[in-house]
């Protein structure tokens, strides 16, 4: 029903910034969340950051004060805004969708985001 499809991530150095699209098409009901997970190797997936329809947001503690999770509705289209990046921040970032409606889930591919100097 809903399709998600991420990209931005790429190769930074410890204290820069990224930004993360998650584009989503598809039918969309009003009460949703979207949140960002990541999954570094050897870890569970774990959540970085959400959104909900009425403009709650949420972080873990890790990225809080330098992950933004936002989102522009005209382009049907969810942010994650990840600046002061660390090397612990290394991981596959994936975005996801509720609806709480039917607990229906979608789950992006994915995108690589890697910091190293």
């Known amino acids: 029903q809903v399709q998600l499809v991420e990209s931005g991530g790429g190769l930074v150095q410890p204290g820069g910034s990224l930004r993360l699209s998650c584009a989503a098409s598809g039918s969309i009901f009003s009460i949703y969340i979207m949140g960002w997970y990541r999954q570094a190797p050897g870890k569970q997936r774990e959540l970085v950051a959400a959104i909900t329809s009425g403009g709650s947001t949420n972080y873990a503690d890790s990225v809080k004060g330098r992950f933004t999770i936002s989102r522009d509705n005209a382009k049907n289209t969810v942010y994650l805004q990840m600046n002061s990046l660390k090397p612990e921040d290394t991981a596959v970032y994936y975005c996801?969708?509720?609806?709480?409606?039917?607990?229906?889930?979608?789950w992006g591919q994915g995108t690589q985001v890697t910091v190293s100097s």
């Open positions: 996801n969708l509720v609806q709480l409606a039917t607990n229906y889930q979608s």
